[in-house]
């Protein structure tokens, strides 16, 4: 491996689906661990349009017990058990971020930048990424486990009227955090030849 300290940080960040109680560090702690990564995140003419909402213990539990119903309807009856086990394996952590962006943000840089209007909506999809990177990376630095989720949109009305998240807030993801419980599976790559074009 090249002995660089970010690559190393981003080897160690995986997804880590057996999650529980056991961190170290405490409510505040994590809050402000995944509020200075979202800060420090990079987004286009710094915007900023990335949001979180933080939820720890049963605020975190809820959002699920939201997603499992919101999916109930959805979801065939007999393969309802594998989902409601897989949702019951994120509540199992210590808390779950949301992650949103902030619309308003991005239609007031559409019209401050016409020029760049098309472009503006992808940018803000870049932000987010970007966001749920940096965050991801810092719990996995403490040695916090976590996932990426996409239950959006089929929990964003739930979750909205349960937190009164703001109107121009979209949910872009969910990432449920906890202890590490589980080992990691082995991550396989694709052959260089076929991701990368070198000139010199």
């Not at 990426?148 to 089929?154: A, E, M, T």
């Amino acid at each position: 491996m090249i002995d660089n300290s970010a690559i190393k940080l981003f080897t160690k960040r995986r997804s880590q689906y057996v999650l529980g109680k056991n961190v170290e560090l405490s409510q505040e702690q994590l809050t402000q661990l995944i509020k200075e990564a979202v800060r420090q995140a990079p987004s286009s003419f710094n915007s900023q349009s990335s949001r979180a909402v933080i939820l720890f213990g049963e605020q975190s539990d809820k959002f699920w017990e939201l997603t499992k119903e919101a999916l109930r309807p959805l979801v065939p009856a007999e393969a309802f058990s594998a989902t409601e086990n897989k949702l019951k394996s994120f509540a199992a952590g210590v808390g779950t971020v949301l992650f949103y962006e902030d619309q308003n943000v991005v239609k007031g840089l559409q019209e401050q930048f016409p020029l760049y209007a098309d472009n503006f909506p992808v940018w803000s999809e870049h932000s987010t990424a970007i966001a749920q990177f940096a965050v991801w990376t810092a719990l996995a630095e403490a040695n916090v486990g976590a996932s990426l989720q996409h239950y959006n949109p089929v929990v964003d009305e739930a979750a909205a009227k349960e937190w009164s998240i703001p109107a121009s807030w979209v949910l872009r993801a969910q990432m449920p955090f906890g202890s590490n419980e589980g080992e990691f599976g082995t991550k396989e790559f694709m052959n260089d030849d076929e991701r990368f074009l070198i000139f010199s």
